[in-house]
């Protein structure tokens, strides 16, 4: 790690003039900041719009002592009840970019959209992120859950991260060897998980495309729309129409996309599986290891499209639970733990919760 000095001059800068007084609101709803639309309260509720309205904000030992919950996008958590705490919402914005020969080094403050990135890079044809189209959320969430999609995952781009220590006060720079990136992990959500609060995220991008187009239906999509030399843009619309045809939209229901993680196992119970199984879907996941479409296995125990009270799974996508209207996240989690028992009682295959369950 290194010492983060600042953000530097972005796009469309913050620029603090004076030090004020940050606005720590009390019972807030939380209805509108969570892409599942469950209707959670806050107990405290602070809106950061600077990096060094962290620092303000805690010199204050009381916010240090009080539990506290960093809130991007809101797209990939599910809140079991109300949040006696303090939630951070990050709001940090502007981007910037500098080109070295080949190579595009792109910051975006962490509360940029994440999709407003990348169409950002996809206008300047920076290549590397388009794959990624469409993930909801934020720029600093990306980091902490290594996001991904057909076959590119954050680390692949990821080049280094802005982030403030609580305890120190201070500002640090952490690479990617820093970060300890594994499937949908990375070393804040593990043995650095609410020590840091991540202000900016540094991106490493390409002026030379090497396009992934194996993954899912990208090929197939090109191949419909009769292009044979695709550019930067064409990638990202087809993978965006992918997405829009099989995942809900949260602004018209409550969804946080992809609940469960795709299951990675060895090849030995791979084997065993495929036996029983020969139609399972599957992806190579490194030397061993074989990845598993957890949407197939859902689907293969009767739950694609299927309602439960005010929840259910989306009708053109079984690994995207939704709320029709009213769901509790309590509801929510039950619903899930009950298509958590029916794979493995069919599958033997244990599915893990990609969605962060704020208890």
């Known amino acids: 790690m290194h010492i983060c000095t600042s953000i530097r001059t972005f796009a469309h800068p913050h620029v603090r003039t004076s030090i004020t007084m940050l606005q720590i609101q009390e019972n807030i709803s939380l209805k509108n900041f969570n892409s599942f639309g469950i209707d959670a309260k806050a107990r405290f509720f602070v809106e950061i719009n600077h990096k060094d309205d962290l620092v303000e904000l805690f010199m204050d030992p009381q916010w240090k002592a009080l539990s506290r919950l960093v809130l991007g996008g809101g797209s990939n958590m599910l809140f079991l009840n109300d949040y006696n705490g ?22 975006a403050g ?27 959320g934020s720029v600093g969430a990306s980091p ?6 057909y076959g590119v995952e954050l680390k692949d781009v990821f080049f280094s991260c802005c982030a403030f220590e609580i305890e120190t006060g201070t500002f640090k720079t952490f690479t990617k060897a820093d970060c300890n990136f594994e499937y949908r ?43 044979t030399e695709p550019t930067l843009k064409d990638v990202s619309q087809v993978v965006s ?14 969804n946080a996309g992809s609940f469960f ?21 599957n992806y190579p996941a490194g030397e061993g290891l074989v990845k598993l479409a957890a949407g197939w296995l859902i689907e293969q125990c009767g739950w694609k499209g299927k309602t439960v ?29 009950q298509i958590i028992d029916s794979v493995y009682t069919k599958f033997g295959v244990m599915l893990q919760r990609e969605v962060n369950i704020i208890s």
């Not at 993680?261 to 029983?276: G, S």
């Open 86 to 107: 303090l939630v951070i919402r990050m709001n940090i914005r502007g981007i910037e970019h500098r080109i070295s020969k080949d190579e595009v080094f792109v910051e």
């Open 110 to 136: 962490a509360g940029e959209v994440w999709n407003d990135l990348v169409n950002f890079c996809i206008a300047r044809e920076y290549a590397g992120m388009e794959n990624l189209s469409l993930i909801p």
């Open 144 to 149: 902490i859950q290594n996001i991904g999609a």
């Open 185 to 227: 992990e990375s070393v804040f959500k593990s043995e650095l998980k609410g020590q840091y609060i991540i202000v900016s995220v540094k991106f490493q991008l390409s002026l030379t495309p090497r396009f992934n187009l194996k993954y899912g239906a990208i090929e197939q999509e090109l191949t419909n729309r009769g292009i």
């Open 241 to 254: 129409h992918i997405r829009v045809s099989k995942l809900p939209d949260p602004s018209t229901i409550g």
């Open 261 to 281: 993680k795709n299951p990675i196992i060895t090849t030995k119970q791979f084997t065993r599986l495929q036996a029983n199984f020969p139609e399972v879907v």
């Open 309 to 337: 009270g005010n929840t259910g799974t989306w009708h053109n996508q079984a690994l995207v639970l939704v709320n029709h209207g009213g769901a509790n996240g309590a509801e929510v989690y039950n619903f899930s733990s």
